[in-house]
């Protein structure tokens, strides 16, 4: 049962991974009534759930503020229905959706949907980054059956019946990638309006410098990466008090650019996701 004192977010942009999730949250944080968590992603009701309110409440600069927005890809990372018995099958066993339920039953949730194969390749090419490159093409069709969560968290349909059999389909608001990169500010208003929230003075140009540069990692940033992994709540706690201006400059500081590969076999691996695209322009109205 929901307890009306607790807190929580009660704006959630669950994905998909690699879609402008993080470029469309700095524009939506220059609404006066919206706060951004920080990080971006707490992943609070995945692998930080034991941590408990306290620690949730302390990744929003303003807790009080009308829309409260957890921008955890994560979210979108679930195991589908048909297979959370399968130990061999991809994905978080996680019960999210429950979850969010329970801590704020009045969420609405943001679903950037992207073409599956260019999300997967994208996701796929950052995963590398830190990787010797390889001599030649790469196969699409290996990436997905050596990664399988590449394929999984591109499978939409799946992410979204398990949110479906806990919200209701109004609070939901599906967008598609090609429309935020064509017409941020179009996007913007879309989702204010969803949210109820005050539309923003955007400034675009600002919110392209803050793309999440921090984790394409050179030699420096490696060492910081290590250090997140080692300790990660000191770790955040740096990185949630640092200036902005030195986080900023450390960040260009640990960038990297994702790894340039060649990617076969795209058109052979679109047809994988032929039925879930069914399924999801069923469901959403959308058609990638």
């Known amino acids: 049962m929901a307890d009306p004192a607790r807190f929580s977010a009660n704006a959630f942009l669950i994905g998909a991974q690699k879609s402008g999730t993080t470029w469309l949250a700095s524009l939506l944080e220059q609404s006066p009534d919206i706060c951004v968590s920080d990080p971006k992603e707490p992943q609070f009701f995945t692998r930080q759930f034991g941590k408990g309110e306290d620690f949730y409440r302390g990744c929003f600069a303003r807790p009080d503020a009308p829309v409260r927005l957890d921008a955890s890809t994560t979210y979108s990372f679930l195991r589908p229905a048909h297979a959370l018995d399968d130990p061999d099958a991809p994905g ?23 073409d599956p194969v260019g999300r997967a ?61 064509a017409d941020p500010g179009l996007t913007v208003r879309r989702v204010c309006d969803f949210l109820g ?66 990617l076969t076999h795209q058109a052979e691996a679109a047809a994988l996701f032929r039925a879930d695209l069914d399924r999801v322009e069923a469901l959403t109205g959308l058609r990638l």
Request: hydrophobic letters at 40%; one cysteine or more.
């Open 197 to 262: 929230a005050a539309q923003p003075d955007l400034r675009l140009s600002a919110a392209e410098e803050d793309k999440h540069p921090a984790y394409r990692l050179t030699p420096v940033g490696q060492a910081v990466h290590r250090l997140r992994k080692a300790l990660p709540g000191l770790a955040g706690t740096l990185q949630r008090n640092l200036p902005r201006p030195l986080e900023r400059y450390l960040s260009h500081r640990v960038a990297r650019a994702p790894a340039s590969i060649a």
């Open 92 to 114: 978080l066993l996680d019960p999210v959706p429950q979850r969010i339920a329970e801590w704020a039953p009045d969420a609405r949730f943001i679903y950037v949907l992207r």
């Open 121 to 181: 390749a994208s996701a796929y090419r950052h995963s590398m980054r830190m990787q010797p490159p390889p001599k030649g093409p790469v196969s699409m069709l290996d990436c997905l059956r050596d990664q399988p969560m590449l394929g999984l968290i591109s499978r939409y349909g799946d992410q979204i019946e398990r949110y479906l059999a806990v919200f209701p389909r109004d609070r939901f608001l599906f967008l598609d990638f090609r429309d935020l990169t």
